[in-house]
């Protein structure tokens, strides 16, 4: 009796940790782009520009989404940019 019990709890166990891994999409998730494998230009900061006139210097459909991958690639928390900053750009 004592064995059927802990066969049926590792099986319960088992069932939940299997459930709750593929309802939490960690299987199926697409990762994200890696950077390293896009090719990067390194644009050098001038006074007066920002992130959104550094986008537009490039041609890309979506200017935010090259913003937030300019962002995320350099690892800025913000936009705030000054001269002298070197940035990788993604060439998409």
Same mark, same amino acid.
């Given at each position: 009796?004592?064995k059927? /019990? %802990?066969?049926n709890?590792?099986?319960?166990?088992?069932?939940? +940790?299997? !459930?709750?891994?593929?309802?939490? *999409?960690?299987? /199926? %998730?697409?990762?994200p782009?890696?950077?390293?494998?896009?090719? +990067?230009? !390194?644009?050098?900061?001038?006074? *007066?520009?920002?992130?959104?006139?550094?986008a537009?210097?490039?041609?890309?459909?979506n200017?935010?989404?090259?913003?937030?991958?300019?962002?995320?690639?350099?690892?800025?928390?913000?936009?705030?940019?000054?001269?002298?900053?070197?940035l990788?750009?993604?060439?998409?």
């Amino acid at each position: 009796m004592k064995k059927k /019990f %802990k066969l049926n709890l590792t099986r319960i166990f088992l069932s939940m +940790l299997f !459930v709750s891994i593929f309802s939490s *999409g960690i299987v /199926f %998730k697409e990762l994200p782009k890696d950077y390293r494998e896009v090719p +990067l230009r !390194v644009h050098t900061v001038v006074e *007066g520009e920002s992130l959104w006139s550094i986008a537009g210097k490039y041609d890309y459909k979506n200017k935010n989404y090259l913003i937030s991958e300019i962002m995320r690639i350099n690892k800025l928390k913000n936009s705030k940019i000054y001269p002298g900053y070197k940035l990788s750009i993604p060439l998409y």
